[in-house]
């Protein structure tokens, strides 16, 4: 037998020993993963084509909102306790998430308005402005506003949870306490104040970052916390613009199905920035 002919032979050897299992009495791939609920879950209401793109783009999105809380939550915890080394894979994987929920953008954007719009009155009143992960991680990173919870009244779990995370330190919150943990000076309104609250920048959280970056080597944890916050507010942004473009590119002006202001509100949205301080600081170096 020659060395090819060896070497065919191994391969179907190999390739029969990958294939040939009987899962009758074992978990297989799509056990773990509950594959028969997730791929069953795209269910147009329309019938058109496109209806499918559209399911997919926002369930997907919706799971790695799901990650991104997991991480978030985490790493919050991690902060308070002042362990902040742990954070950092964490806070580095949520924005590498935020790059794949950005680029998802470009292929929704390949729907043209007529195309959504053979569509789009099967949608109801249904939007992405109700999206309660999304909430909870505007929430998490300090986008606290009380007003937005009035969406949720009809679904009491779901108005729990995010009252519960309203009424939470958020990320930044958690950072700053950091600050405070390693000697600098911060107002001590901002450790204990109304977390309900959307945080508002103060001059002395803005000192304490500034001393941060001014002697790196001293305090390197923090000034790598500072620069993983900077990352994750940056995606948020990118993530938002291209947001905008994909709805004006879709519909234009018109409103967003849920009665939003589409468009407007959104460029409204676009320039927020979670953590203000690590941002103005940049122009006293």
């Known amino acids: 037998m020659s060395n090819s002919e060896k ?8 390739t029969e020993s990958a294939i040939h299992c009987d899962f009758s009495k074992e978990m297989s791939y799509g056990d773990y993963l509950q594959l028969d609920k997730v791929l069953s879950s795209q269910q147009r209401l329309s019938g058109h084509h496109d209806e499918m793109l559209f399911i997919i783009i926002h369930q997907a999105s919706e799971l790695w909102m799901k990650l991104i809380l997991h991480e978030l939550e985490a790493a919050r915890l991690l902060i308070q306790q002042n362990n902040l080394e742990p954070a950092f894979k964490m806070l580095a994987r ?10 998802s953008w470009d292929v929704l954007s390949t729907l043209t308005p007529a195309e959504y719009m053979e569509f789009r ?24 506003q009380t007003k937005l919870l009035t969406v949720y009244e009809h679904q009491p ?6 009252s519960q995370s309203l009424h ?3 990320l930044y919150d958690a950072a700053i306490m950091a600050l405070s943990l390693r000697g600098l000076e911060v107002d001590k309104q901002y450790l204990k104040r109304d977390w309900s609250q959307e945080y ?5 959280v803005k000192a304490a970052w500034l001393t941060v970056y001014q002697d790196v080597e001293r305090y390197w944890d923090l000034y790598e916390l500072a620069e993983k916050l900077v990352d994750i507010d940056s995606r948020q942004q990118q993530w938002r613009f291209n947001h905008m473009v994909t709805v004006e590119r879709i519909i234009g002006f018109k409103p967003g199905t849920g ?3 589409g468009v407007e509100y959104l460029k409204h949205v676009v320039a927020q920035r979670y953590f ?10």
């Open 200 to 204: 508002k920048e103060n001059a002395s």
């Open 121 to 144: 009155n099967s949608l109801g009143r249904s939007s992405g402005f109700q999206s309660f992960q999304n909430r909870l991680i505007e929430f998490m990173l300090g986008g606290k």
């Open 168 to 170: 939470e330190p958020s």
């Open 7 to 14: 070497h065919e032979q191994s391969q179907s050897k190999a």
């Open 276 to 285: 203000p301080e690590l941002w103005s600081l940049r122009t006293d170096l």
């Open 94 to 103: 949520v924005s590498r998430i935020q790059q794949q929920l950005i680029q």
């Open 259 to 261: 009665g939003s202001a």
């Open 157 to 162: 779990e779901l108005h729990q949870q995010l």
